[in-house]
Nanobody, 126 residues
Framework: QVQPVESGGGLVQAGDSLTLSCAAS????????VGWFRQRPGEERLFVAF????????SYADSLKGRFTISGDNAKRTVNLQMNNLQPEDTAVYYC???????????????????WGQGTRVTVSS
């Protein structure tokens, strides 16, 4: 059993950077397929970024490419999401999800993941 746990959320100002981390009990996340999703107020949960086991492949939502970076930290056994130049529209609850087996077509689909964290809230003020 894998239980992802997110951390690093908070209140920041527009233009700031923030790094979210995801750790998991039971298994090291860097050996799994891991995705980040976010849910803005009143909206559905949407894909943000993905990293394959051992970090050999990453994928991003088109609108976030260049500002967000997903990476694995082998020493800390975490998967991190670096977010730069944050804007008020990035305000959301950010979720970490993991899968033991992932197909390419399911990377951006929530249904492709087996394990979900409780989320960490990011608020960006203007």
């Amino acid at each position: 059993q894998v239980q992802p746990v997110e951390s690093g959320g908070g209140l920041v100002q527009a233009g700031d950077s923030l790094t979210l981390s995801c750790a998991a009990s039971g298994r090291t996340l860097v050996d799994l397929s891991v995705g980040w999703f976010r849910q803005r107020p009143g909206e559905e949960r949407l894909f943000v970024a993905f990293i394959s086991p051992s970090g050999s492949w990453t994928s991003y939502a088109d609108s976030l490419k260049g500002r967000f970076t997903i990476s694995g930290d082998n020493a800390k056994r975490t998967v991190n999401l670096q977010m730069n130049n944050l804007q008020p529209e990035d305000t959301a609850v950010y979720y970490c999800a993991a899968a033991t087996i992932m197909s390419t077509e399911n990377v951006q689909k929530g249904s492709g993941y087996d394990y979900w964290g409780q989320g960490t809230r990011v608020t960006v003020s203007s």
